[in-house]
């Protein structure tokens, strides 16, 4: 695909959802940085947020883009710092000081001149804005409610991107970026979400249970193991605050599933029962050592080497821009020092590497501003006045599992297009929240 091919598929794909979002009126112009970005990333992925433009020798990706318009523009508006007040006693404090300090760390990296790879932690420091982004963007019933119908048509674009990758039906070119356990992800959110909400759903109950099959099969195919956890814990957190409801839906859907599966099966030439048993065994290979993440021991033996590399020093870390080596069976395995986009390796899991990073102290901050948000949103859950409230807030927290549990196998934590998405559930737990004690306090700052 050439350039200005992709770049007019590009044009078209964000008037497209620009129309989405204006076409009622409850989002303005101001909105649309941060609503392109979530959209385009829910829907491609990764092959959307490396969309970059250089700026001298550096290079300026979509995500940073979009991010540094939604900010400037928050700013005329002098809306980005009334949110604050919407936010727990403490917690913001608390963000503050997390984000300062990666902030101080980047500072540092750069003035050491470690090389453009210390622009790739701004994930840690700078992408936590996107919970006060959120906020401002979901800031009343009628955006929330908004959000949630224009997102059920992204769901259904995503899980069409995702039937389209599988099956090879368009050119590969616009999947060449497209790694298998990001789309994954975000078919989690999508089952949480149809599960969640329903018991609400009346016009849509079909749409609602094809979109949550279409999102589970495609969980399945797409064999990232990690996915499969994550979102069974998910349905099992979602099983334990909605009981009933959640073993009701499967039960409906778990037989068009199975069939669903065992058609696909067919169509891989898994034909036979010793087929099926040669497949469960390459996916479920344990023992291998091997460099690529793809099984257990590789990362028990990463997550290791990267405490012992945490340890040299346990309280501030090694700072940004700092990358470990790690020595897989006979091979070391170095990380790219060179330009952003070169091949690395990462210890696949979220708090071993902040605590390589940032130290005991950046986890405790990370794992305090999380967990109190998350506690925050299941202590309310209860008094939810408003069962749509209710639904999307519970749909949020299971989210959130999900999430944690991707970036506990998986470097989510350090992808732009899955970190992103941590920030705006927590957003989206404060937001919830913030809007139902509004409805029933319309006086609320």
């Known amino acids: 695909m050439n350039y200005l091919t992709a770049l007019i598929i590009g044009v078209i794909f964000v008037l497209l959802i620009s129309f989405l979002w204006l076409r009622n009126r409850r989002y303005t112009f101001l909105d649309l940085p941060f609503l392109v970005l979530l959209t385009g990333t829910f829907i491609l992925g990764r092959q959307f947020t ?25 700013f005329l508006k002098g809306r980005i710092i009334n949110v604050f007040k919407r936010i727990p006693t403490g917690l913001g404090f608390v963000l503050f000081i997390y984000c300062g300090l990666g902030i101080l760390y980047l500072f540092i990296g750069i003035i050491s001149a470690k090389g453009m790879i210390v622009f790739r932690d701004i ?93 589970f099969t495609l969980i399945i195919l797409f064999k990232v193991r ?17 009981k009933r409801q959640t073993i009701r839906i499967f039960l409906r859907v778990l037989p068009v599933a199975l069939i669903g599966v065992l058609l696909i099966l067919s169509t891989a030439k898994i034909t036979t029962l010793q087929d099926l048993i ?47 080596d790690f020595l897989i069976g006979q091979e070391v395995v170095k990380w790219s020092r060179g330009a952003i986009g070169l091949p690395t390796h990462t210890p696949h899991n979220h708090i071993l590497t902040i605590f390589f990073k940032m130290g005991f102290i950046g986890v405790f901050l990370f794992l305090y501003v999380n967990l109190r948000i998350f506690f925050y949103g299941f202590r309310y859950v209860k008094r939810c006045k408003s069962e749509f409230n209710k639904s999307f807030l519970i749909a949020c927290l299971g989210s959130f599992v999900c999430w944690h549990t991707t ?18 559930i927590l957003g989206l737990i404060l937001s919830v929240v913030y809007i139902d004690k509004k409805n029933e306090n319309p006086h609320l700052s």
């Open 407 to 424: 970036a506990f196998f998986f470097d989510a934590i350090e992808s732009p297009t899955t970190n992103i998405f941590l920030w705006i």
């Open 278 to 324: 040669l497949e469960a065994r390459g996916l479920l290979d344990w023992n291998a050592i091997t460099a690529p993440a793809a099984n257990v021991r590789w990362r028990l033996i990463v997550w290791k080497q990267m405490l012992q590399y945490g340890f040299e020093f346990p309280f501030i870390g090694h700072g940004f821009g700092v990358q470990p």
């Open 226 to 242: 990690t996915a499969w956890i994550a979102t069974l814990l998910a349905i099992l957190f979602l099983t334990i605050v909605l």
């Open 123 to 215: 994930v840690f420091c700078i992408y936590p804005i996107f919970i006060l982004i959120t906020m401002l963007t979901v800031s009343n019933d009628k955006r929330l409610k908004y959000f949630i119908s224009v997102m059920m048509v992204v769901a259904i674009m995503s899980t069409a991107y995702g039937v389209c990758k599988y099956f090879g039906l368009l050119p590969r070119e616009i999947f060449s970026e497209t790694k298998d356990f990001q789309p994954s992800l975000y078919y989690g959110f999508i089952v949480i979400f149809c599960v969640s909400f329903y018991s609400l759903v009346k016009k849509r109950k079909f749409l609602t249970i094809l979109l949550l099959f279409v999102s």
């Open 50 to 74: 490396i969309l970059k433009f250089q700026i001298g020798s550096i290079p300026v990706f979509v995500t940073e883009f979009m991010l540094a318009a939604f900010i400037m523009l928050a």
